[in-house]
Every structure is written in C-alpha cells, then in structure tokens.
C-alpha cells in the first residue's frame, strides 16, 4: 500500500480552513497514488484549544465530516484525521477517526491526556475509556494518539488485539536541545517507535504536526518503521511536507518467521500478575486512575 503523511501547520481555531487544506492535500495525495492519508492529532483544529474547544467541536455525523467522507469516497482514499469529539452529556474528547471509502470505520479517544510542563490536556478535555483494533481494506490496525503511545499498554493491547499495522499521530511540542539540528523530543520518539517496530513487528506510522502555538514551536519529522524497526522514511523537521511512502504489508509476515514473539507471548500471565498487583494495592505501583467517563 502507498501511505501519505500529511505534516501539516493546522491554523488554531480554524476549523473550515484547516478543513480545506484537509481536502486539497488528500487530492494531492490521491494524485500520487497514496491509498492513506494520515493527519496529525487534532489536524481540524489545532492544539492549544483550551475553551475554545466548543466551538471547534466536530460531531461525526455533521457537515466537516460529510465532505471528509465525500472526497474519500471520490478519490477512493482511506483518512485518519484528528478532532475534537463532542459526546451528548457535553463532554470533549481529543479524538482520530479512521474513515474508509467515505465510510467512517473507526474512532479512537485519547486515553493519556497529560497535565504536565506546557500540557493542559486533562484540564479540558475528557479520558477516552477504550483501546480498540480495528478491521480495514489493508488489514487490522490500531490508532494511538500523542501521549497513548508513549505508554507501553496501549500498544501492547492492540497488538493483542490482532493490529498488525500502528497509526500514530501527534502535537508533539520539540524539547530539549541535542548536538545536532533536531530538537531531543525528537530523538525519544524515534527510539520509541524503533522499539515498537521490531517488539510487535508492525509497521508503525507516524504523523506529527509543525508551527507554532501559545509560545510553544511544534518539530514535526514524521516517520514510518517497518516490522523489523528499520526506517523507510523521516520526514524534515518544522517544515510542512506532504510524504508518500510506500509498504509492503507481506514484510510482516517474514519478519514474523524470523522472530517468534507474537507466537510466544503470554497475554495470561500478563493479566494475571497485573490483577495480583491492582488487587494488591491499586496505588501502589502507578499514580492515581483517571475519573471514570
């Protein structure tokens, strides 16, 4: 399959425009053959919402996601867009949406909001409450968004789950400073995503977003590993950039042969000990739990 990154500078608050781009660069990627366009998290609106994120809210069955779903079906092209996702009791959820062939397959609800250093998530918005894989026309996959995938249980539940393909996209802040013309945020994500690729061999695809917000500059470089953790692309840093690349989705199973650790792996004994601790003491190896939707 040919997979677009859509590295974009969504403009905060601008939900038609930034609408728009969506729709021009999911024709420049159809143009070039591309079967999925990946988005960064919250690619409608920007990140830095705070109150604004009533007016920015985008229920799946309204106008945005009907001309969404339009030109996917025209261009005969799979999405994964970010969004924020109203519910009917009035809560807000930093959400990505997988829509296939002008049909909607898929929403995933941000589980980890972080309320640390210049995140405000929690504050704002409400915890997703699911992890869930999902079937496509390429096969099933999974969707994380930012701060999901940088704790090891959500990628490890899709993966149980059967994904054989991880989607991840981010508003990833740059932090630190490194020797060489990268931000350090950005060396700790490549590590991560190299591990998770050769650890579930998976494919791993991820989007993040560049500009600036509220002070904060945003780096970009969003990339593609394959199922051995190898690189297939980088993307630039703090530009926009519209990235094809294509994947070989047999690579999984070769590189599955080679390593059995989806063959041997004890999801059993994994649920057991982790109900023997929470049984235990719940607080005594993690922080308090998130309220409950």
Not at 12 to 33: E, I, R, V, Y
Not at 68 to 90: N, T, W
Not at 152 to 158: F, G
Request: aromatic share 10%.
């Amino acid at each position: 399959m040919r997979i677009a990154l859509a590295q974009l500078y969504p403009k905060l608050g601008d939900l038609s425009g930034n609408l728009q781009t969506h729709l021009d660069l999911m024709h420049q990627a159809a143009a070039q053959g591309a079967e999925l366009v990946v988005f960064p998290e919250l690619s409608l609106t920007g990140y830095y919402l705070r109150d604004l994120m009533v007016e920015v809210a985008t229920p799946t069955n309204g106008a945005v996601f009907q001309q969404l779903c339009a030109v996917s079906r025209e261009l005969k092209l799979d999405v994964m867009v970010g969004f924020v996702e109203p519910d009917r009791r009035g809560q807000f959820y930093i959400a990505a949406a997988y829509i296939s062939l002008g049909e909607i397959q898929h929403v995933h609800r941000k589980v980890y909001l972080p309320t640390y250093a210049m995140f405000d998530d929690a504050r704002f918005f409400a915890y997703g409450d699911q992890l869930r894989a999902f079937d496509t026309r390429f096969g099933r996959m999974g969707m994380l968004i930012c701060e999901d995938f940088w704790h090891i249980s959500t990628s490890y539940v899709l993966w149980a789950d059967g994904a054989d393909l991880l989607l991840l996209h981010s508003a990833s802040p740059g932090r630190g400073l490194s020797q060489g013309a990268a931000l350090e945020t950005s060396r700790w994500v490549n590590r991560l995503l190299e591990t998770m690729g050769a650890l579930y061999t998976v494919p791993v695809v991820h989007c993040n977003r560049v500009g600036f917000e509220d002070g904060q500059i945003f780096w970009g470089g969003s990339s593609m590993v394959d199922p051995d953790g190898h690189w297939l692309l980088q993307g630039p840093s703090f530009d926009e950039a519209l990235l094809i690349q294509d994947l070989d989705l047999q690579q999984t199973q070769r590189s599955r042969r080679q390593a059995m650790l989806l063959r041997d792996e004890r999801p059993d004994l994994t649920l057991r000990e982790l109900q023997r601790i929470m049984t235990a003491d719940p607080q005594k190896s993690f922080g308090p739990l998130p309220p409950k939707p």
